[in-house]
T-cell receptor, first 116, second 111 residues
Framework: GNSVTQMEGPVTLSEEAFLTINCTYT??????LFWYVQYPGEGLQLLLK?????DKGSNKGFEATYRKETTSFHLEKGSVQVSDSAVYFC???????????????FGQGTILTVHP | DAGITQSPRHKVTETGTPVTLRCHQT?????MYWYRQDPGHGLRLIHY???????DKGEVSDGYSVSRSKTEDFLLTLESATSSQTSVYFC??????????FGPGTRLTVT
């Protein structure tokens, strides 16, 4: 079956520090990969996505590259801000079998806290 | 925003009582999902729907049932709530490219 593993958290950084949150996956077929972000008291929002090997997703200064050879999709940001404090989820959807919809498999989430 | 609302937003109920959570969308999307969020587990899929009256089980479906009589509404029912069902429940709809849009969540406490 499909699975997603994220680095253990929580992660605490100072403003302007470099961020990496590791994500590795196991999947059948050719998955699409996602990073979702959840701000306190809210639902999840899509942060970025990549649909095939070597694709780079980017948004709001965050980036992640789909690495098929290492089955990874690590999230990075060069300079974090206090407003980036949130929970980050790596997820995948594998449409193996020709289904036309996707059931997301999530990692356990990583809590990021950024201090001024 | 993708036009998803959930009701109620908070609920406290007693063990053994039935509970129904509602998800309403205004976008006319075909696919809808119910997840639960628990610490250390991320989000786990409970049930999903691929059309009116078309539903199927997800990863953690035991103790839950769903119904979808209209495109815009997807109901999640706990027939007899247990303390292990204390959680935050999220509804989602699926847009293009497998992107899912999530509702604001319902925090359910079973005492």
């Amino acid at each position: 079956g499909n699975s997603v593993t994220q680095m253990e958290g929580p992660v605490t950084l100072s403003e302007e520090a470099f961020l990496t949150i590791n994500c590795t996956y196991t999947a059948t077929g050719y998955p699409s990969l996602f990073w979702y972000v959840q701000y306190p008291g809210e639902g999840l929002q899509l942060l970025l996505k990549a649909t095939k090997a070597d694709d780079k997703g980017s948004n709001k200064g965050f980036e992640a590259t789909y690495r098929k050879e290492t089955t990874s999709f690590h999230l990075e940001k060069g300079s974090v801000q206090v407003s980036d404090s949130a929970v980050y989820f790596c997820a995948l959807v594998s449409n193996a079998g020709g289904t036309s919809y996707g059931k997301l498999t999530f990692g356990q989430g990583t809590i990021l806290t950024v201090h001024p | 925003d993708a036009g998803i609302t959930q009701s109620p937003r908070h609920k406290v109920t007693e063990t053994g009582t039935p509970v129904t959570l509602r998800c309403h969308q205004t976008e006319n999307h075909r696919y809808m999902y119910w997840y639960r969020q628990d610490p250390g587990h991320g989000l786990r899929l409970i049930h999903y729907s691929y059309g009116v009256k078309d539903t199927d089980k997800g990863e953690v479906s035991d103790g839950y049932s769903v119904s979808r009589s209209k495109t815009e509404d997807f109901l999640l029912t706990l027939e007899s709530a247990t303390s292990s069902q204390t959680s935050v429940y999220f509804c989602a709809i699926e847009g293009s490219g497998s992107r899912q849009y999530f509702g604001p969540g319902t925090r359910l406490t079973v005492t």
